[in-house]
Structure formats: structure tokens, C-alpha cells
């Protein structure tokens, strides 16, 4: 059974940092690009960041460039995503999804995890 579990939301105030982690299960996790995306309350399900296979190479939307980092280690099946200097604006519900290859729309087929909320108060 072909699984992701996202963990680490929370609340958090303004200038604050989470560190969101998505364990995988089920596929062959260095086989699968990884990729964060966000829906905010109200509005569509938005690219954040994503990692190749192997690590070497990783993109990031202009809104959280310079303050999160992805980051993968697949001898732990695992991505994840550290979030600096938070904002209100970065409150949504964070999704991990695993492509055979990099696609940031939020419409391509991909395998879904079920979603962790994280709340920035100002």
C-alpha cells in the first residue's frame, strides 16, 4: 500500500520556524521527485518546493524562496520541509506528493499525502 504521511504542522507565530516532515511507504521513495504544496483557506492548492531524486537539485516558489528549505533522505524514506521566518500569509494545509518526474502544478497526477496544517499567527 503505497502511502505518505505528512507530520511537524502546528501553530506557530509570526518570524517562526516548523520543520515539516512526509515519511513515504509502499513505493520506491529514490525513484519519485518530491514535491510540498500548500491550499490556504479560499484558495487553490499552490506549489512550494520541490526535490530530484537524488537530492542534487531543488526548486522553490518566488513567495518562499530564501526561507524554506526541502530536503529528502531516502535511507529514511522521508522529505522534508523547513519553514523560516513564517509568515501569516504561509497558512494552509502542506501536502507532499511524490511524480515519477517534476511537475508543479497541483492538477498533474501524483501520489497525495493526506495533508498537515500549519497556522502563522501575526
Known amino acids: 500500500q503505497v502511502q505518505l504521511v505528512e507530520s511537524g504542522g502546528g501553530l506557530v507565530q509570526a518570524g517562526g520556524s516548523l520543520r515539516l516532515s512526509c515519511a513515504a511507504s509502499g513505493l520506491t521513495f529514490s525513484s519519485y521527485y518530491m514535491s510540498w504544496f500548500r491550499q490556504a483557506p479560499g484558495k487553490e492548492r499552490e506549489f512550494v518546493a520541490g526535490i530530484s531524486w537524488s537530492g542534487e537539485n531543488m526548486r522553490s516558489a518566488d513567495s518562499v524562496k530564501g526561507r524554506f528549505t526541502i530536503s529528502r533522505d531516502n535511507a529514511k524514506n522521508t522529505v522534508y520541509l523547513q519553514m523560516n521566518s513564517l509568515k501569516a500569509e504561509d497558512t494552509a494545509v502542506y501536502y507532499c506528493?511524490?511524480?515519477?518526474?517534476?511537475?508543479?502544478?497541483?492538477?498533474?497526477?501524483?501520489?497525495w499525502g493526506q495533508g498537515t496544517r500549519v497556522t502563522v499567527s501575526s
Open positions: 506528493r511524490a511524480d515519477l518526474r517534476f511537475a508543479s502544478s497541483a492538477t498533474t497526477a501524483g501520489i
